[in-house]
């Protein structure tokens, strides 16, 4: 039976919905500008090489900075929203990533620019794992594969927006009030988390999802936090989704987010429009991809079928690439697009992760998995670059 405390909440749905979706949002919003950060430079990778008078190697150094710092604070994160709660790791996060913003702003060299760069990756690179652990909280575990692919369809924005609109923006003002706007931005971010966002609806004096549906409450984790995370790491189940995203999200990014544009203006005589408008196809493919991929994922009840399908559509795509094969008209277009959408598979290893580690870790869970995106593509952005 449902407590006093429980019973009394429950005529509220009102303030559980809005509590909810304000959390939601505010943590999208943080998302939003941590995939701005990561896409961006393949955009500006022109005015960066003129503004610090870097070679392609070191262009792929500066941009990979955020992956490396991204990477190592995988692990630490998801302790952190496992122990603080993802409210104070999103408010620090936004407030650290605005500063980076600002310093990468006004840098007048390449080693104070990677500073900025190090520092808004540090912010960024607990967005993640704060929303997951937040969407756990104030979502059905039912819907968490399609609630995730959600959030990857509009953070995207975020990735869309560092393309093309961008490109038009830099038309008008440069790439360096650009970044002083994102930072500013952040910090507001950061300040209206603290003010609105809540770690999950019990610190609102709520009951849990499950409560109302008369489930228990899913058990806290007993013990030390190292204890939490040995229990993850043990488990050979958690290990295939760090892989897969080592992999497919490893090429995506690096790709995406900084060697695509280069590639279709020096080996298929693209121009820097056509090219970002290729990106944007590719992360908008990719975006819908992730909503799709979840949504269908949750409905059949089944992850690897699904992940393993459009796995392969993914791999298949980079064959043209590889190949050096022409792209005339259209078909180049197509390709980007099926080649977001196939990337999407990778969104899935959240959910499978999760899945087969207790609730109240689910914040180191996932972090495990998202560890392996970032690794890969902090590999793979500079080495992209070693040919020049």
């Not at 990677?114 to 575990?141: E, P, Q, Y």
Request: glycine share 12%; hydrophobic share 55%; with cysteine.
């Amino acid at each position: 039976m449902m407590s006093a405390e429980i019973m009394k909440n429950k005529p509220h749905p009102a303030r559980m919905r809005n509590l909810r979706w304000t959390t939601f949002l505010l943590a999208v919003l943080a998302y939003v500008i941590s995939y701005f950060h990561r896409v961006a430079p393949a955009t500006i990778a022109g005015d960066l090489q003129l503004a610090f008078h870097a070679s392609a190697a070191a262009l792929g150094g500066l941009a990979a900075t955020y992956f490396y710092v991204y990477t190592i604070m995988q692990i630490p994160t998801g302790i952190l929203a496992d122990t603080l709660g993802p409210r104070r790791i999103l408010t620090l996060g936004g407030f650290v990533a605005g500063v980076g913003a600002l310093l990468f702003a006004y840098a007048d060299t390449l080693s104070a620019a990677a500073v900025g760069r190090t520092l808004a990756g540090l912010g960024v690179s607990v967005t993640f794992i704060a929303m997951l652990k937040l969407n756990a909280a104030w979502f059905h575990d039912r819907h968490f594969g399609t609630i995730v692919g959600f959030v990857i369809l509009l953070g995207n924005v975020g990735g869309v927006l560092a393309t093309a609109p961008l490109a038009e923006v830099l038309r008008y003002v440069s790439w360096r009030s650009v970044f002083y706007m994102i930072g500013v931005l952040s910090i507001v971010i950061a300040v209206l988390s603290w003010v609105f966002v809540r770690d999950h609806p019990g610190q609102a004096g709520l009951p849990s999802l499950r409560e109302l549906e008369g489930e228990a409450a899913h058990p806290l984790h007993v013990g030390h936090w190292y204890e939490g995370l040995l229990t993850v790491i043990r488990n050979r189940a958690s290990w295939p989704g760090f892989w897969v995203t080592f992999g497919y999200a490893g090429s995506f990014f690096a790709f995406a987010g900084l060697w695509a544009v280069p590639y279709l203006q020096e080996v298929h005589g693209m121009s820097r429009d056509i090219a970002t408008q290729h990106t944007s196809l590719l992360l908008g493919g990719f975006a819908l991809g992730a909503m799709t991929i979840g949504a269908v994922s949750d409905r059949i009840g089944r992850r690897r079928p699904v992940l393993i399908g459009t796995g392969l559509v993914y791999l298949l795509c980079w064959l043209p690439l590889v190949l050096v094969l022409p792209l005339p008209g259209a078909a180049s277009y197509v390709l980007f697009l099926l080649m977001g959408l196939g990337a999407a598979s990778f969104t899935l290893s959240w959910a499978c992760v999760k899945e087969v580690n207790p609730h109240a870790l689910s914040g180191m869970a996932t972090s495990v998995a998202n560890t392996g995106a970032f690794l890969g593509t902090g590999i793979l952005q500079p080495a992209g670059g070693l040919g020049d």
